[in-house]
């Protein structure tokens, strides 16, 4: 009987691995994403009643144990009236961010957007008046980023319900399996009904979540839009991809889909205080290193009250993507490459490419390759235009490419190493 290909591709498509490759895809290639944390944290940022309070800024309610009377009354005076949608997505491309996620509802429990669920959202309980995430997915559509939300499933300092306010709740008597199927699931079928096609839902911190509710939460999200991922913090080790801890980057590669959350400071939503901006070769390296390793690098910025991105991180966006206009090629769509574990460089891989990327230019330029000098076929600098072929000669380690004395970039030069046929 012949075989019904449609069938078996059929078959094939049922496969929950190969429906999750299909997802991935793009994610995969994206490879650098801009966290945003914004919320009514951005008007205390970081003080109380005349007091500093440490710690993250968007954690401020929960670190000084606000009672939520007093911080609900926060939203009366939240208007963020230079809000430039157009403006964020702009800084996104520019600095080569291919996806956006920001905090549609933090663990204070405030509505970043229009929900019928509840009053204390954006459009309902502030001057302001208007659905940021409305207008970020216009924005976010017509200059090609990809929109996803931040949403914290379990963590909610406002609602009787939700987990972590134990000062003005009794944790004891909270009806949260309640707060998930009648709060959490209705909020999540809006954020996936009502903004178009999202990217990801970055779910976080999956406290007291069952197997079964983590189960059906990631069941409603594919439900309502298929294509969308899940992150790894939904709980009980479901989701499409695994999330690395706060800032953390794994010793090397990790064969699974990883992405790192990471701070351009040090605190997620804004904080008046803090001005520990990371330097731009910092930034780069972390870049590289992640990608090398297999994983997306997704980097926070924290918008003040009035709705403006603080101008140290724009300048570091800005800078790395000027570095990625150039070396870009290294960093989307690729792999962990065969040279691991050699302080000097880091590698990534794509088609019949091996991108080497040399963190500390030997002063002779003469550049010592671990790899079987039959396994190149030639050797070039990625921001050379001319592309012009280096000397590459066997060694008793591998092979050793003669490049310029003078590094092609003062932070990562990549040195692209084009396999032979037989390689
Ligand atoms: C969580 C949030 O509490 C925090 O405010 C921020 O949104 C961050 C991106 O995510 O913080 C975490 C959650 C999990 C880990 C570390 C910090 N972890 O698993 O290591």
């Known amino acids: 009987m012949a075989h019904d290909d449609g069938a078996i591709r059929e ?21 650098f994403g801009m966290f945003i944390h914004w919320g009514l944290y951005a008007i205390p940022a970081g003080q109380w009643k005349g007091q500093t309070i440490p710690g993250i800024g968007e954690w401020i309610m929960h670190r000084a144990r606000i009672p939520v009377a007093e911080y ?45 669920l509840t009053s204390y959202n954006i459009v309902d309980a502030t001057p302001f008046g208007r659905d940021p995430m409305k207008e970020l997915a216009a924005e976010c559509a017509r200059q090609g980023v990809r929109l996803c939300f931040y949403y914290s499933q379990t963590q909610d300092w406002h609602h009787p319900n939700g987990d972590g306010n134990d000062w003005d709740y009794d944790e004891a008597t909270k009806d949260f399996d309640g707060y998930i199927e009648e709060y959490v699931k209705p909020q999540v079928r809006e954020l996936l009904t009502n903004y178009g096609p999202i990217g990801l839902i970055w779910f976080d911190t999956p406290k007291r979540l069952s197997v079964a509710q983590s189960r059906s939460l990631l069941d409603l999200v594919h439900t309502l839009q298929p294509a969308c991922l899940v992150n790894g913090r939904l709980g009980n080790a479901l989701g499409d991809y695994a999330e690395a801890g706060d800032n953390r980057i794994p010793d090397g590669v990790v064969d699974v889909d990883w992405e790192t959350p990471a701070t351009i400071n040090d605190t997620w939503g804004f904080r008046s205080d803090d001005h520990n901006w990371k330097s731009v070769p910092e930034l780069i390296h972390k870049l590289v290193d992640i990608t090398s390793k297999g994983g997306n690098y997704l980097l926070n910025v924290g918008p003040t009250a009035e709705g403006v991105i603080p101008q140290p991180s724009v300048e570091r966006l800005v800078a790395m993507g000027e570095w990625l206009q150039v070396n870009g090629e290294s960093i989307y769509g690729t792999c962990p490459g065969p040279i691991q ?43 050379d235009p ?19 004395a003078t590094p092609p970039d003062a932070i990562d030069s990549v040195v692209v190493l084009v396999r032979s046929g037989d390689a």
């Not at 078959?11 to 490879?31: T, V």
């Not at 208007?79 to 403006?87: E, I, S, V």
């Not at 996104?92 to 970043?112: E, N, P, S, W």
């Open 11 to 31: 078959a094939m498509w049922q496969r929950p691995e190969a429906r999750r490759d299909a997802r991935l895809e793009w994610w995969r290639a994206a490879r």
């Open 72 to 116: 609900e009354k926060l939203a009366e005076q939240f208007n963020p009236t230079q809000f430039d949608p157009a403006a964020w997505v702009s800084l996104a491309k520019r600095a080569g961010q291919k996806y956006l996620v920001i905090t549609a509802k933090h663990h204070d429990g405030f509505c970043m957007f229009d929900t019928e």
């Open 341 to 383: 574990g050699l302080a000097p460089y880091r590698s990534t891989a794509k088609d019949d490419r091996v991108y080497l990327h040399v963190l500390d230019w030997p002063r002779d330029g003469r550049i010592a390759v671990p790899l079987p000098a039959d396994s190149i076929s030639r050797a070039y600098v990625l921001a």
């Open 386 to 404: 001319s592309q012009a072929s280096l000397s590459v000669q066997a060694t008793s380690e591998g092979l050793t490419v003669a490049a310029p």
